[in-house]
């Protein structure tokens, strides 16, 4: 994360005063980690071997709801066996994207803004990978699963972070690695920004129209 590589027509960061962060893929290089539970997961429980972009195609919303479309009547099954290798493998298998503390750290002391995390993941697991990495101490706010019946790409997760942090959607970013992330801020009103360091491709990423795409 160190550059912006295409703006949209409308985006200027003069009119920003709260930027929003997606968590794993995003801040968290937790995508290798993800993509080898998922692995582990399916073939343990369906005994089947599925490539990285079916077994990746649904990452950025919750869990529960990932393993229903490997197996509708089998995703406890799934779930357990996915954390069950997570989190033995978690603590030494996660880092911070490179630049993000000195981004964060400037967002917050040069440019006064607030900052916030909205993840799909549950609260317990993005808190440990947060002061793992280091990042904690720099949000003003982290709306986890837990926080809101609904999730991306509904746009509650991004409004309950606009009210924690009273913020104005007209004057906020959003920036994550999947669709599901851009939909999420286009619905709640916010400008979109695209990582690009993700597991989802550019032409993926597109099809969404962000407001900006950094890399």
């Known amino acids: 994360m160190s550059k912006v590589v295409r703006t949209g027509a409308n985006w200027s960061l003069s ?14 290089d937790t995508v290798d980690l993800i993509h080898k539970s998922f692995d582990h997961a399916v073939q343990k429980v369906l005994g089947k071997s599925l490539t990285r972009e079916e077994l990746l195609q649904n990452i950025g919303r919750p869990l529960a709801v990932q393993m229903k479309v490997f197996s509708p009547t089998r995703s406890d099954l799934l779930m357990d066996a996915y954390l069950e290798y997570n989190l033995a493998k978690h603590d030494e298998n996660i880092s911070k994207y490179p630049h ?4 964060l750290t400037w967002l917050v002391q040069e440019k006064a803004m607030k900052v916030g995390v909205v993840t799909s993941k549950k609260r317990d697991l993005s808190l440990r990978g947060l002061r793992i990495v280091g990042l904690f101490d720099l949000f003003d706010v982290i709306v986890a699963m837990e926080d ?3 999730h991306k790409p509904d746009p509650e997760p991004v409004t309950t972070a606009l009210n924690l942090l009273h913020c104005l959607a007209s004057e906020t970013l959003f920036i994550g690695d999947s669709p599901f992330d851009i939909d999420a801020g286009r619905a709640a009103g916010v400008f979109t920004g695209a990582a690009l360091w993700g597991p989802f491709s550019l032409e993926q990423l597109r099809a969404h129209r962000p407001d900006l795409e950094l890399a």
């Not at 009119?15 to 968290?28: H, N, Q, W």
């Not at 993000?100 to 981004?103: D, G, L």
């Open 148 to 150: 809101t019946k609904k």
């Open 15 to 28: 009119e920003i005063t709260c930027v929003l962060f997606d968590l794993d893929g995003t801040l968290i």
């Open 100 to 103: 993000t503390t000195e981004i």
